[in-house]
DNA sequence: ACCGGTCGGTTGTATTTACAACAGAAATGA
DNA sequence: TCATTTCTGTTGTAAATACAACCGACCGGT
């Protein structure tokens, strides 16, 4: 665990807090660390859930496969992100999607009872890590209204010029990386893999956009 | 503002929290009651936030137009439901979606610095409303990936059988009411009006489903 | 070097959708 | 009451999509 205190310290959750206190708060915290392997499931569908979660180390997809196969990516977790904190709440229910690790993953687990429970003394930051909480579940909340305006766009191409817009707006630069594969991308935007792939070559054709693997110019 | 407490009381923001309690809290939150006749903006996309509203009569559509008139329809709010949370906090720069009132409304207004910052004395229940407003938002984002999930289906058709079996799950019950009209859970849904209608009408000949106007039964 | 697997691009076809235009029913308002 | 507007369903056509199948490039392991 010591090993991911500095990680834990640049995290929206612990912002604004020293690693000292951090390191004293993990017991308070319930902290629990877990490792998973490529391919495994952090989470699935219709487990119940309190607590929660911040990826330390790995990539995870928040994704959701219906009856018929077909995937769709809800949402990406790099290295710092929280996730799980929607359902992790009395009201919240069962889980509705599947947490997969898409890279060897290293998993920090927190009590979300003692979160909220603001203690006795030990903590006198308590107060600040509840206030970063709602301000982590915020940005979530922004990314997945993001997520929609992008997938409401009617056709393929929209979609790739919405999805790819905002990538180079918060790159602050035309030419950037994006965190998926062409089948990851798809499943995110809800499109088909071949006609996205499609798109993507008549934009580079007609001089909207160059790309090569993962890297993307807009022109 | 005093014919609202009661409305208040029944929100998520203030449960647990007597009226009393409430009314006392009320210039401690500073809140401030608008009205608005339908059809007007109560936000409006570029506009930055630092209140946290609440909407305590009519009905309101968080919504996005895109470049050609699309329309787009991110949530629905309704009576006692708090909205503009996510975008009330320091990092969340502007908004990127409007507000319409499709009823007349009257919403109030409630200031995030002074919910967050726990105060001197007189407010005992100020951490209870913060975290009510933490189970609040997290609410909201199961209901955003709800909305993914109906809208990430391939089909006009998938789209509306997951959107009314949950709207039927929500309300245990095979006939229920829709709290849209055809353009708007078009809208909500990001199909076209008429494939929709013309769906829904294969789907009632295939005995499917049931409906008229509003009121839609699962068979 | 070989093999198997993954990845990205291409093509063709059947299906589905968007869009526009129209008509009847229902609601609204003077 | 009548006129007007809104809502819903219907139709036809052009466009876009899903799906399946295939190919070549690349990569890692043996």
Redesign the pocket.
């Given at each position: 665990m010591k090993k991911y205190i500095q990680i834990l310290k640049k995290t929206q959750l612990f912002s604004e807090i020293s690693e000292e206190e951090i390191t004293a708060m993990l017991p308070c915290l319930r902290a629990e660390l877990k490792t998973y392997k490529k391919g495994e499931f952090i989470l699935m569908q219709g487990e119940s859930l309190d607590k929660i979660l911040v990826l330390a180390e790995g990539k995870l997809h928040i994704q959701c496969d219906d009856y018929?196969g077909?995937r769709s990516i809800i949402n990406m977790i790099l290295p710092g992100e929280m996730f799980g904190e929607a359902y992790a709440t009395p009201q919240s229910g069962t889980l509705t999607n599947d947490v997969l690790a898409t890279e060897d993953s290293a998993v920090i687990f927190f009590d979300v009872k003692q979160i909220l429970t603001v203690c006795s003394s030990a903590c006198r930051f308590h107060t600040t890590v509840i206030r970063n909480l709602f301000f982590a579940i915020s940005e979530k909340n922004r990314k997945l209204v993001k997520k929609i305006m992008f997938i409401s766009k009617?056709?393929?191409?929209?979609?790739l010029i919405a999805y790819l817009s905002e990538e180079a707006r918060q790159h602050k630069n035309n030419t950037f990386s994006i965190p998926?594969?062409?089948?990851?991308?798809?499943d995110f935007l809800?499109?088909?893999?071949?006609?996205?792939?499609?798109?993507?070559?008549?934009m580079?054709?007609e001089g909207m956009i160059e790309?090569?693997?993962?890297r993307f110019t807009l022109l």
């Amino acid at each position: 665990m010591k090993k991911y205190i500095q990680i834990l310290k640049k995290t929206q959750l612990f912002s604004e807090i020293s690693e000292e206190e951090i390191t004293a708060m993990l017991p308070c915290l319930r902290a629990e660390l877990k490792t998973y392997k490529k391919g495994e499931f952090i989470l699935m569908q219709g487990e119940s859930l309190d607590k929660i979660l911040v990826l330390a180390e790995g990539k995870l997809h928040i994704q959701c496969d219906d009856y018929w196969g077909n995937r769709s990516i809800i949402n990406m977790i790099l290295p710092g992100e929280m996730f799980g904190e929607a359902y992790a709440t009395p009201q919240s229910g069962t889980l509705t999607n599947d947490v997969l690790a898409t890279e060897d993953s290293a998993v920090i687990f927190f009590d979300v009872k003692q979160i909220l429970t603001v203690c006795s003394s030990a903590c006198r930051f308590h107060t600040t890590v509840i206030r970063n909480l709602f301000f982590a579940i915020s940005e979530k909340n922004r990314k997945l209204v993001k997520k929609i305006m992008f997938i409401s766009k009617r056709t393929t191409k929209e979609k790739l010029i919405a999805y790819l817009s905002e990538e180079a707006r918060q790159h602050k630069n035309n030419t950037f990386s994006i965190p998926f594969n062409r089948q990851q991308l798809a499943d995110f935007l809800s499109v088909d893999r071949s006609a996205m792939s499609n798109e993507l070559c008549k934009m580079r054709d007609e001089g909207m956009i160059e790309f090569e693997k993962n890297r993307f110019t807009l022109l």
